[in-house]
T-cell receptor
Framework: NAGVTQTPKFQVLKTGQSMTLQCAQDMNHEYMSWYRQDPGMGLRLIHYSVGAGITDQGEVPNGYNVSRSTTEDFPLRLLSAAPSQTSVYFC?????????????FGPGTRLTVT | AQRVTQPEKLLSVFKGAPVELKCNYSYSGSPELFWYVQYSRQRLQLLLR??SRESIKGFTADLNKGETSFHLKKPFAQEEDSAMYYCALRGFQKLVFGTGTRLLVSP
């Protein structure tokens, strides 16, 4: 099992550009989530999904979109990148629709917006 | 409101010294708490959960509802314990993380 995979590992964007961060898991987990990690701020939840076709907002959803068309994939879209979105992004998955008893994290994507 | 507070950004100790990473929470319901760890160049992973009352890698954490705390303890720190530690609180369909404490264990 590859677990949770994320691509790309690194990305540099200019302000106003859009892009999609990819996340996939091969553990058949119903629950998937996206976090951003910033110094002094910890991990903050952006969006999450409790199953295919179901998504909901987390703590910091503005500027991001998600969709969940399959159990395996949960892409995160930045609509118009801003310097404030410079961060490390983590995708995670978990069992069941709660998925919060244990979350399995991907390796992260380091995004810089100039 | 659900909130997790980790008051220390950095905790620096010598090898063999006791370690206590502090975590306080705010939650109106019955709390479920976890400690996650991120070693250098590794993924964030679950270290332990209060409901299991387990000891992992020598670490233990006891839920104290009176003090709303879930401090992580280890009697004798090892250099390989150096990592970023996050306390997390289980809410409805989500985990709420603290800001993290970096533990540095020096030889």
């Amino acid at each position: 099992n590859a677990g949770v995979t994320q691509t790309p590992k690194f990305q540099v964007l200019k302000t106003g550009q859009s892009m999609t961060l990819q996340c996939a898991q091969d553990m058949n987990h119903e629950y998937m989530s996206w976090y951003r990690q910033d110094p002094g701020m910890g991990l903050r939840l952006i969006h999450y999904s409790v199953g295919a076709g179901i998504t909901d907002q987390g703590e910091v959803p503005n500027g991001y979109n998600v969709s969940r068309s399959t159990t395996e994939d949960f892409p995160l879209r930045l609509l118009s990148a801003a310097p404030s979105q410079t961060s490390v992004y983590f995708c995670a998955s978990g069992r069941g629709t709660s998925g919060t008893y244990e979350q399995y994290f991907g390796p992260g994507t380091r995004l810089t917006v100039t | 409101a659900q909130r997790v507070t980790q008051p220390e950004k950095l905790l620096s100790v010598f090898k063999g010294a006791p370690v206590e990473l502090k975590c306080n929470y705010s939650y109106s319901g019955s709390p479920e708490l976890f400690w996650y760890v991120q070693y250098s160049r590794q993924r964030l992973q679950l270290l332990l959960r209060h409901i299991s009352r387990e000891s992992i890698k020598g670490f233990t954490a006891d839920l104290n509802k009176g003090e709303t705390s879930f401090h992580l303890k280890k009697p004798f720190a090892q250099e390989e314990d150096s990592a970023m530690y996050y306390c997390a609180l289980r809410g409805f369909q989500k985990l709420v993380f603290g800001t993290g404490t970096r533990l540095l264990v020096s030889p």
